[in-house]
């Protein structure tokens, strides 16, 4: 067994042990760390562990420390007011510190000041290497170079449903003066804070399940500091809408600065009012656009049907004479066939009724009977054959009517009547107003008058 000038209580040990620190370590260090935890107590002493990290994120140390409640009423404002953002998990910090050791609590670091600095500058190199990751994968303008869609009605809302924002961008699309009707989802998320990575992230990749669903996709908050906003200079929420098969808008920026979630947004707005004010301009200007098309339309199909009632027009002058005069030869043609059908019916019959009279004289009473059958046979088919031919006329007469009632409604004068007029120079219809000259005069024939006109003017056809 030792001896007894080598036993110490628990409490003479730890007296020891600060006596020793105290000598060894005393005045003040600085000291750079990560915070990994922050609670502040009810009466207001702030109480951080802090943490070294591994280049894979392992933790390497890990220590208290105390911002005393009278000194944190100094340095915390003052950290975020240089930094732009609240002293919280996650952020590095440079901290002016002296050793503690306590008998019961044990050891820890009591922070005296902090160099807003230094976060300020591992806050900048955190987001210029999350920003040249993007660029090097090659993803950071992906969403940008997606399509708008002409009709965003469909829209998937990423944003907290207590937030002012999300309010403000439904109520602007809702109120909107043109009367355009929008549908929108809200997909819940935590806009600020340690939690807003995990929670923006789930939002996202919920909306890309049911990507069919939606047209596109707006993430929006409501007012806040610079250092709210730093919680978007995340590498897994840009990337994620990077990937993302829908344009994303953005609503959550500050007066004067662009979060990475901007940057790779296909469009970033500085409030959710003015999201909502650029869809109702696409809308617009897509209601604009339709409106044109429309028109066009209209002008052409006018423009066509002039040309297509100019062209009826010149075939109803020049074909009517033509097929009346084909229509003329061909009843002339029809009369004298039929009238050699029936001659040639009635010689047919004659003949045969001479030759049945010649063989009733020639032959024996005993074929008279014979002979009798044949010649009613033949009276028959004659009586049968008459209705056939006449039929047969009235069957061609009809054809030839109705050609003529048609050559009826496009002979000129009934033309004429419909609306239309002929142009004459020379006596003869003009066709194109390559036949005039200035100065050619013309006769216009109406339905009821004669213009006598000079022309002064001339617009030669297309090529």
């Known amino acids: 067994m030792d001896d007894n000038n080598d036993r110490y209580s628990l409490s003479e040990l730890q007296k020891l042990i600060k006596k020793s620190l105290e000598e060894k370590l005393p005045g003040y260090y600085w000291v750079s760390a990560e915070i990994s935890e922050l609670k502040i107590n009810y009466s207001g002493h702030c109480y951080i562990e802090l943490v070294e990290k591994t280049n894979q994120d392992d933790i390497k140390s890990r220590i208290r420390a105390i911002i005393w409640s ?19 998990e996650g952020i590095k910090v440079l901290l002016r510190v002296n050793i503690e050791y306590h008998e019961v609590y044990g050891l820890s670091l009591i922070i005296h000041n902090i160099d807003p600095a230094y976060t300020v500058g591992e806050m900048a190199l955190k987001r210029k290497q999350i920003i040249e990751r993007l660029e090097s ?10 399509p ?88 897994n929420i840009a990337y994620l809408i990077t990937q993302l098969p ?15 979630t901007d940057m790779v947004a296909h469009r970033s707005f500085k409030t959710p009012t003015a ?30 049907v002039r040309r297509q009632r100019m062209v ?36 047919y019959l004659s003949h045969n009724r001479a030759r049945l009279n010649t063989i009733k004289v020639n032959v024996g009473k005993r074929s008279l009977k014979h002979i009798d059958d044949k010649y009613r046979q033949i009276k028959e088919l004659t009586i049968r054959f008459k209705p056939a031919v006449t039929r047969f006329k009235h069957q061609k007469h009809t054809i030839l009517d109705n050609f003529s009632r048609s050559i009826d409604y496009l002979r000129p004068s009934r033309v004429l009547e419909r609306g239309y007029s002929i142009t004459l120079y020379n006596d003869k219809a003009v066709k194109s107003s390559n036949e005039l ?23 030669k056809p297309d090529k």
């Open 70 to 88: 009278q000194k944190a009423r100094l340095l915390m404002p003052y950290f975020e007011n240089i930094t732009g953002q609240t002293l919280s």
């Open 137 to 146: 994968e090659g993803v950071i303008y992906l969403n940008k170079e997606l």
């Open 148 to 235: 708008f869609p002409m009709l965003p009605y469909r829209i998937a809302v990423i944003s907290s449903e207590q937030a002012a924002g999300f309010k403000d961008f439904t109520d602007e699309l809702d109120r909107n003066e043109y009367g355009y009707k929008y549908f929108t989802r809200l997909f819940s998320a935590v806009m600020q804070g340690k939690e807003t990575e995990a929670s923006v992230s789930h939002a996202i990749n919920n909306i890309f399940e049911e990507k069919d669903n939606f047209d596109l996709i707006v993430i929006v908050r409501g007012g806040g500091s610079q250092a709210d906003l730093s919680w978007f200079d995340n590498y």
């Open 246 to 260: 829908l344009p994303v808008l953005t609503g959550i920026g500050h007066e004067k600065d662009l979060s990475i």
């Open 275 to 304: 999201v909502a004010d650029f869809i109702i301009n696409q809308s617009l200007k897509t209601e604009e656009y339709l409106a044109q098309i429309r028109e066009s339309i209209i002008v052409l199909s006018r423009e066509m």
């Open 312 to 347: 009826i027009n010149r075939l109803s002058v020049n074909m009517a004479p033509m097929v009346r005069a084909s229509l003329h030869s061909k009843r002339i043609l029809l009369n004298r066939s039929g009238l050699r059908l029936s001659g040639n019916i009635q010689s």
């Open 437 to 459: 000259q200035p100065g050619s005069e013309i006769s216009t024939i109406l339905h009821l008058g004669r213009i006598e006109s000079k022309v002064f003017d001339l617009k």
